[in-house]
């Protein structure tokens, strides 16, 4: 029988806030994803990703959003089902 959680160690969740965190973590994955598709403002380059993963990036504030993005990756993931996950972003969800 399932219990309605997607791991044992994080409690149950009401529906609505459960699909706002989902929401909010896809918010932040755009995000980021546009944080690298702009040129850093020093040096007017873009940011690689290979920097990103190994935690490189330059100094306060970039060090700072892949950092927390990265964090905040792993636990989304370990909480959420992939199909959780997967549901498309539209900025409308009714319950």
């Known amino acids: 029988m399932r219990s309605g959680r997607a791991c044992s160690t994080c409690p ?4 609505p806030w459960r699909a706002c965190r989902i929401r909010l973590w ?3 994955e755009h995000l980021h994803t546009a944080y690298h598709a702009a040129p850093q ?4 380059r873009l940011p690689s990703r290979e920097a990103c993963r190994a935690r490189l990036p330059e100094g306060a504030p970039d060090l700072t959003v892949c950092q927390r993005h990265l964090a905040t990756a792993t636990r989304v993931r370990r909480d959420h089902t992939p199909a959780d996950l997967r549901d498309p972003f539209t900025g409308l969800t009714r319950h």
Request: glycine share 10%; no cysteine.
């Open 12 to 15: 149950a969740r009401p529906r």
């Open 26 to 28: 896809q918010a932040a």
């Open 41 to 44: 403002r020093v040096t007017g």
